[in-house]
Each structure stands twice: as structure tokens, then as C-alpha cells.
């Protein structure tokens, strides 16, 4: 009998990073659920900011190896309002919270792990997004509070930190006059880098290559910090 095929979930799978991060788990053979706002046939939807709902989305795993928190928000030049404040950091940092304590009794089961979706906002300020830029410096703290209480569970909890990627997210910011040039000047690649380059990243701290990695947080971004 073949082995268990590893039980994979995506929060924020259905766009962006979290689609192409469910894609690269369900190509390598993986039992994927992808969850979201919006979500399309193949996917659950999911509100991070209703605790019931998040309750009974994990109730029904008796173990998970993998839980992948890609979900996330952002409204550019409206989070120096506090309403907005609070709306973004509800689904970005309290939401992902909220599923990393839902998916804890089956990640334990399973001795599986946690990788969360930072940004190199996690280490410099966004004047345009405050909120934002705090919801990704919590997220970064957040994975290594996590990483160390849920340790003796076997439980590994890390996170990547993407840098400027080609998503829908950033779609505007590409749009805008100027942006597009100073960002690639910025990054000592070169260029934009691609939703599938940072499922990679995930990819290997899921794995069993990082079986002693947790409290990581790996950047995917170019070089853009180190520049």
C-alpha cells in the first residue's frame, strides 16, 4: 500500500501567491484545499474575520500536514484611517491567527507544519500602507512565537517574505507612472519576480528538507533587502 498522500490547505488559495502556491503542492501529488473570498467550483469559500466559519472549515480534519496563510488585503492610501487600519490587520494578522489556532489539533496529529505569508514589509516601513506594512511585521512575529510554543508538538511554523511580485495586488502599482522603473531599479535582479518563484520557497520549508527549520522567515524578493 502507497504512502498517505500529505494533506495540504491554502488560506487565500483562490489568486495571486495562494492559487499558485496550491498549484505547485497539487502538481507534487498532495491532497490540496484551497479556501478564499471568491472562491471559484475547486475552492471553499472562507472569512477569515468570522471565527465560526473558521472553526467549522478545520473541524472536519482529523490530521493536516501542511497549513499555508496567503490571505491578505491591502487599500492603498486609505489604511491611515483607523476603520481601514483594523479591517486590514483583522484578515491579515488576526485572521491568520485564527486559522493557525483552528488547524492546531489536526497539524499536531500530523506533526505537520505552518508557513505563512509575510512581506518585506515585515522589515521597513509602507507609507502608503500602514497597515498592511503592520499586519506582515506582526506575521513575522506571530511565526516565531508560534514556531517556538508549538515546538514540542512537532509542529514547525515558518514564513516566506515575498518581495515585489506580479500579482493582482500589485497590479496598480505597476500601473502607476514611474513605479514599474524605480521598483526594478531597486531590485538588484532586475526584474519582478513571479507568484510561482515564492510556492517554491513554500514549497521547501513544507518539505522534508527543512525538517530542523522553524521560526524561519526566508525572503523572496530579488534581493531587494540586501540592496
Same mark, same amino acid.
Not at 16 to 31: C, L, M
Not at 51 to 72: I, K, Q, R, T
Given at each position: 500500500?502507497?504512502?498517505?498522500? #500529505? ?37 471553499? $469559500?472562507?472569512?477569515?474575520? @468570522? ?26 492610501? $486609505? ?65 516565531? @512565537? ?29 500601473? $502607476? ?13 532586475? #526584474?519582478?519576480?513571479?507568484?510561482? $518563484?515564492?510556492?517554491? @520557497? ?26
Amino acid at each position: 500500500m502507497g504512502a498517505a498522500r #500529505r494533506r495540504v490547505v491554502v488560506i487565500g488559495g483562490t489568486s495571486g501567491i495562494g492559487a499558485a502556491v496550491a498549484e505547485r503542492f497539487a502538481a507534487s501529488g498532495a491532497e490540496v484545499t484551497a479556501a478564499g473570498l471568491g472562491a471559484s467550483p475547486p475552492a471553499v $469559500e472562507l472569512d477569515l474575520t @468570522a471565527p465560526a466559519a473558521v472553526e467549522a472549515f478545520f473541524a472536519p480534519f482529523d490530521s493536516l500536514d501542511v497549513l499555508v496563510n496567503a490571505a491578505g488585503v491591502l487599500h492603498r492610501d $486609505e489604511e491611515l484611517r483607523p476603520e481601514v487600519f483594523a479591517d486590514v490587520l483583522a484578515v491579515n494578522l488576526t485572521g491568520t491567527m485564527r486559522a493557525c489556532a483552528a488547524a492546531r489539533r489536526p497539524l499536531a496529529a500530523a506533526r505537520g507544519c505552518v508557513v505563512n505569508i509575510a512581506s518585506m514589509l515585515s522589515f521597513f516601513g509602507g507609507p502608503r500602507v500602514p497597515a498592511y506594512s503592520a499586519s506582515k511585521g506582526g506575521i513575522v512575529q506571530l511565526t516565531k @512565537a508560534l514556531a517556538v510554543a508549538w515546538a514540542a508538538d512537532g509542529v514547525r511554523v515558518n514564513a516566506v517574505a515575498p518581495g515585489w511580485i506580479r500579482t493582482a495586488l500589485t497590479a496598480g502599482l505597476r500601473q $502607476e507612472p514611474g513605479a514599474d522603473r524605480r521598483i526594478i531599479e531597486r531590485t538588484p535582479m532586475g #526584474r519582478w519576480g513571479e507568484p510561482a $518563484e515564492v510556492a517554491g @520557497a513554500v514549497a521547501f520549508l513544507a518539505g522534508p528538507d527543512a525538517g530542523f527549520i522553524t521560526g524561519a522567515v526566508l525572503p523572496v524578493d530579488g534581493g531587494y533587502l540586501a540592496g
